[in-house]
């Protein structure tokens, strides 16, 4: 079965520190995986996307990367504002139903002042 | 519009009674998507509309759900006889092709009672 696992559930972390999610996922055969963030109440919004042949990919402060052997991918974010704080969603999906997104139930962060 | 729109952005409905959800994706996005995003869960496929295709509705979890998209634009999700299992965030999404990225509306919540 298609899955998408996320560590840890949530996580706290003062403003300025740097904290890194995780992302395991049994989507076979795979197509691409993306980061989304989503703010309480609103649709997720895309951070990144990367393909088989791609193993790490940055947007500003956050930087994905991607190790397609072992099914696993990490979002690593640097200097925390306090803006990061919302729930970080990992999507993958398959190269026979690309429109498919498979979700993680997603890491809540909450970064204090 | 310059995102995708949901109306309403809540909802609170009897149980029994019929619900209609609206999504209006970015204009000239022939991809239409419905994801469904309960408590604690990642978000589930619904529905696919591309173009003039026949639509793919095998995430819909029960004939009591339909949806329809009329003039290749705004989407219907209809709900009959809502039951509280049903009380969820229901999210539209739009893109260009099934790759590309997509883009998310803020989502209706509905409430069951």
């Known amino acids: 079965k298609n899955q998408v696992e996320q560590s840890p559930q949530s996580l706290i972390i003062l403003e300025g520190k740097n904290c890194t999610l995780q992302?395991?996922?049994?989507?076979?055969?795979?197509?691409?995986l993306r980061w989304y963030k989503q703010d309480t109440g609103r649709g997720p919004v895309s951070l990144t996307i990367?393909?088989?042949?791609?193993n790490t990919k940055s947007n500003g402060r956050y930087t994905a990367t991607l190790d397609a052997d072992t099914k696993q991918s990490s979002l690593h974010i640097t200097a925390s504002q306090l803006s990061d704080s919302a729930s970080y969603i990992c999507?993958?999906?398959?190269?026979?139903?690309?429109?498919?997104?498979?979700f993680g139930s997603g890491t809540r962060l909450l970064v204090r002042p | 519009g310059a995102g995708v729109s949901q109306s309403p952005s809540n909802k609170v409905t009897e149980k029994g009674k019929d619900v209609e959800l609206r999504c209006d994706p970015i204009?000239?996005?022939?991809?239409l998507y419905w994801y469904r995003q309960s408590l604690g869960q990642g978000l589930e496929f619904l529905i696919y509309?591309?173009?003039?295709?026949?639509?793919?509705k095998s995430g819909l979890p029960s004939d009591r759900f339909s949806a329809e998209r009329t003039g290749g634009s705004v989407s219907t999700l209809t709900i009959q006889r809502t039951q509280q299992e049903d009380s969820a965030v229901y999210l539209c999404?739009?893109?260009?092709?099934?790759?590309?990225?997509?883009?998310f509306g803020s989502g209706t919540r509905l409430t069951v009672v």
């Open positions: 992302c395991n996922y049994t989507v076979s055969p795979f197509s691409n």
């Open positions: 999404a739009s893109s260009l092709d099934s790759y590309y990225g997509y883009t």
């Open positions: 509309f591309q173009g003039n295709s026949a639509p793919d």
């Open positions: 204009s000239g996005h022939t991809a």
């Open positions: 990367m393909t088989f042949s791609e």
């Open positions: 999507v993958v999906s398959a190269v026979d139903s690309s429109y498919k997104l498979i």
